[in-house]
């Protein structure tokens, strides 16, 4: 064998396994067929945070007269703000290659395809392995009546590239993490968006109070979102994309032209042209391999971590999974056992949470308790020109442990931290609201939800 382990792909799920591995004394190879980072380095997760800033920057610029301070006209060099972007992804996937390096780990090109169960060719040479981890990950979902070109008809990677000028009138087709946060880029950069949603609120799976406090944020900055609407289709005339809007419920249809769409409905698992079937590895319908908590697949030595495994699509995820797949070939006790897998969108205000939602744990029974605390009612939010948003708490009225945390709030993310840990660490209510929290910060908003759970938050009536 030439590998005590080869990982196929070097996405966070790729690259998180295969250094662990090689920590834990494991001869390793990497199989890539693109850049290293994948999907969340490349085109993902880095790239939009990158523009995501830089909108924001505008937006609170504009604001800055609130407390006196006028700026000039603006000036927005794009090509600029494009090369700064692509600088960060240049710098953080030229740093996984020196982990490599570093590592020991080596590095393949070329796309890679099973020919048994312990052989992978790998561009023109084949590689053996004692265990294989598949991370090969996803790529967009399409939508038939729009077939994506990058020009007037976009995906997520093709809507990194902020174009000179910028659109002027932009619809979103999805209003999921990816859809809203280019929105708000977009918005942000002077572009008029609309977004559509087919489900009856955007962020489909986040708790509906957080899903509608988010939705009030962002039409307030002036993006245009409406639930319960599908695209049919388009025309391209002389003056734009004329496209079909179709209500939902009453099927009442509309045309309304734009000058870019935005696909952004969702994502599908890379398993096809793996060679997969000759190995006997099991995949659902929907192309998700599957695989058990210590992340085999239904070959035992073939892993599989990420997004091709399912559900959430997101990268501490798939970096999580790729530390327990390594661990679990190195021969440790280790296994996915999660509380809650924390979930953000990084508009501003960010919705972040993790844990159940308000719904969720009605439906498992739970005799639900809930406290909240508004960020109109925090210091230090007021001190940042920034209220819109809250902290919403979900616990158990019997046993007073906590269930969910659900936050609207400029830098979110940074706050679920906590939430997070008090989850894994199967924290009550009490707990987190014995806990001082530095005072102002935007995380006492947690410290008074939890008090507020109780009906004892100081800062707002508990009612
Ligand atoms: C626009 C956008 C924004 C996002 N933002 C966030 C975010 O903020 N936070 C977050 O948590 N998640 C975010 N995500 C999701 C995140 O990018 C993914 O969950 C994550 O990248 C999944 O990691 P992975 O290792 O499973 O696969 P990927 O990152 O998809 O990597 C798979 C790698 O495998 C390679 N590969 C595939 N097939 C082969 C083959 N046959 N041979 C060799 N190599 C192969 C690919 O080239 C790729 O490099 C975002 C996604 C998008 C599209």
Not at 132 to 155: C, Y
Request: proline residues 4%; contains cysteine; negative net charge.
């Amino acid at each position: 064998m030439d590998y005590d382990l080869l990982v196929i792909g070097a996405g966070p799920g790729g690259y998180h396994a295969a250094i662990r591995a090689a920590q834990l004394g494991l001869k390793t190879a990497v199989a890539e067929m693109g850049n290293v980072g994948g999907v969340c380095l490349n085109i993902g997760c880095i790239p939009t945070k990158a523009l995501l800033h830089a909108g924001e920057e505008i937006r609170s610029s504009k604001h800055a007269s609130d407390f006196g301070l006028t700026f000039g006209e603006m000036r927005l060099d794009i090509a600029k703000l494009n090369g700064w972007k692509d600088g960060i992804v240049k710098k953080l996937t030229g740093g996984v290659s020196t982990l490599f390096k570093a590592n020991k780990i080596t590095h393949l090109v070329g796309r890679a395809r099973f020919v048994d169960a312990h052989t992978v060719q790998v561009g023109d040479q084949k590689v053996t392995a004692k265990n294989i981890i598949i991370a090969t990950g996803s790529e967009p979902a399409a939508l038939p009546a729009f077939p994506v070109d990058q020009q007037a008809i976009v995906d997520s990677t093709g809507a990194l590239v902020v174009p000179d000028p910028v659109p002027g009138r932009m619809l979103a087709i999805g209003a999921g993490a990816i859809g809203l946060e280019f929105a708000q880029v977009y918005n942000n950069l002077g572009t008029r968006v609309k977004v559509i949603e087919f489900a009856p609120q955007i962020v489909p799976a986040a708790d509906a109070d957080a899903s509608k406090e988010l939705a009030k944020s962002l039409k307030k900055q002036g993006i245009e979102i409406e639930v319960a609407t599908k695209a049919n289709g388009f025309e391209r005339k002389s003056d734009g994309l004329h496209v079909e809007l179709e209500d939902v419920k009453t099927g009442q249809k509309r045309i309304e032209v734009f000058d870019r769409v935005l696909v952004a409905v969702g994502r599908r698992p890379r398993s096809a042209d793996l060679g997969l079937e000759a190995v006997g590895v099991k995949v659902s319908e929907r192309g998700f391999i599957g695989v058990n908590k210590q992340m085999q697949t239904s070959v035992p030595h073939i892993y599989a971590i990420g997004d091709v495994v399912g559900n959430p699509m997101l990268a501490h995820k798939a970096m999580k999974e790729g530390l327990v797949a390594a661990e679990v070939i190195a021969g440790k006790k280790s296994e996915m056992d999660v509380v809650g897998i924390p979930s953000v969108v990084y508009t501003t205000p960010e919705l972040a949470s993790v844990g159940l939602t308000e719904a969720e744990a009605k439906e498992r029974g739970f005799k639900v308790k809930i406290g909240n605390f508004p960020l109109s009612a925090s210091g230090r939010a007021m001190t940042l020109g920034d209220t819109d948003g809250f902290v919403k708490m979900v616990a158990d009225a019997d046993s007073d442990l906590l269930l969910g945390v659900h936050i609207v709030a400029p830098h979110g993310s940074d706050l679920l931290g906590e939430a997070g840990l008090a989850l894994e660490m199967a924290a009550t209510v009490t707990d987190v609201a014995l806990t001082i929290h530095a005072h102002p910060t935007l995380a006492e908003s947690i410290l008074e939800a939890a008090e507020n759970v109780h009906k004892q938050a100081i800062h707002i009536l508990n009612r």
